[in-house]
């Protein structure tokens, strides 16, 4: 079982539409959690960052933690074909950060 | 949010040459950055760490003798991929840690190697 597993789509949503993409990890002491957008030829980018149960908003973005179920998601509202990238999830423990493999999203006009 | 550069952004290299690539924290302190490497359409591979002022951690499978790194000060990592050949072909990239922003993480731009 990999560390942090997310699916690797694709995921296809409409323009409009609300993308929900989803990651679980299997080290309970994680303390910190990430979502980086990386487009296609590109670095990965910091997106969202939490660190503690429930939701976090930042614009059409809304980071979800579930540290009892292990389990981090992203939604992204009124999602954008400048959305479709793929996007990593992170998560960090004593300093260190393990990545999932990405899921790919595609937003289509 | 905290800004890391990295140069070149690309190089095209000869068969057995070396190519030194550079790791800078612009706006704060690292003491630790990572360098990843990342094959077309496919996950980015973490390396090695590299510490400031002590030897990197190198992942499992990478070469140390191959992939020389050097972090000399608290905002300059440097990896240098000697004797390189096509197979070492890839998109390198480096991320710096913001310790007094819980551990995240920043990626510098990456640098696309070539070897012909």
């Known amino acids: 079982q990999k560390e942090v597993e997310q699916n690797s789509g694709p995921l296809s949503v409409p323009e409009g539409a609300i993308a929900s993409l989803n990651c679980t990890y299997s080290?309970?002491?994680?303390?910190?959690f990430f979502w980086y957008r990386q487009y296609s030829g590109k670095s990965p980018e910091l997106i969202m960052s939490?660190?503690?149960?429930g939701d976090k908003e930042d614009g059409r973005f809304t980071a979800q933690l579930n540290k009892a179920s292990q389990y981090v998601s992203l939604l992204i509202r009124d999602s954008q074909p400048s959305d479709s990238a793929t996007y990593l999830c992170a998560v960090n423990n004593a300093g260190k950060s393990t990545f999932g493999d990405g899921t790919t999203l595609t937003v289509k006009p | 949010g905290a800004v890391v550069s990295q140069h070149p952004s690309w190089v095209i290299c000869k068969s057995g040459t070396s190519v030194k690539i550079e790791c800078r924290s612009l706006?704060?302190?690292?003491?630790?950055m990572f360098w990843y490497r990342q094959f077309p359409k496919q996950s980015l591979m973490l390396m090695a760490t590299s510490n400031e002022g002590s030897k990197a951690t190198y992942e499992q499978g990478v070469e140390k003798d191959k992939f020389l790194i050097n972090h000399a000060s608290l905002t300059l990592s440097t990896l240098t991929v000697t004797s390189a050949h096509p197979e070492d072909s890839s998109f390198y990239i480096c991320s710096a840690r913001e310790n007094r922003a819980r551990d995240t993480q920043y990626f510098g731009p990456g640098t696309r190697l070539t070897v012909l």
């Open positions: 939490i660190y503690s149960n």
């Open positions: 706006d704060f302190q690292a003491t630790t």
């Open positions: 080290d309970r002491v994680s303390q910190s």
